[in-house]
């Protein structure tokens, strides 16, 4: 995991995945890359380890249905937090917050918001893909 958080922090990425010798980094902001993944090569993630800038809720629940093994996130939320130790998931940090703030860091993250109710990673789920048809639709608007 130490490997994937100094990539992490040198390359500048937004999420550093490894499963196996397979080594993979995103640069997308929020869910857009767990997601991608756990809809189009959810094997990828199986075991993997993963290594992340920001995991709130959402992120959580993806790599949960994933089946990620082991997180490292720089910043998570306590409810992300707890769901993945509910569910036996080894996660670290290195600072924790009561939830995650949007990208003006003046309110609470839409998809945070969205999400902080829900009990278990298949209702996040159904969050996340009602936001992102939500964000499609006001893009095409």
């Known amino acids: 995991m130490n490997e994937l958080v100094e990539m992490l922090r040198t390359g500048n990425y937004s999420c550093v995945i490894r499963n196996g010798s397979d080594v ?24 993997a380890m993963l290594a992340d800038k920001v995991i709130g809720k959402a992120a959580a629940a993806l790599a949960l ?27 670290r940090f290195r600072t924790i917050v009561p939830y995650i703030r949007n990208r003006n860091g ?3 993250c839409p998809l ?9 990673a298949h209702a996040v789920l159904s969050e996340i893909e009602s936001f ?10």
């Open 24 to 47: 993979r980094t995103f640069t997308r902001r929020g869910v857009a890359d767990l997601y991608g993944l756990l809809k189009e090569e959810a094997t990828f993630l199986k075991g």
């Open 65 to 91: 249905l994933g089946g990620v093994k082991e997180l490292y996130a720089e910043v998570i939320s306590l409810s992300a937090l707890m769901l993945l130790r509910e569910a036996g998931v080894e996660a």
């Open 112 to 120: 945070e918001r969205a999400c902080y109710k829900e009990k278990d």
């Open 132 to 141: 992102l048809l939500a964000v499609s639709a006001r893009r095409t608007a």
């Open 106 to 108: 003046d309110d609470w």
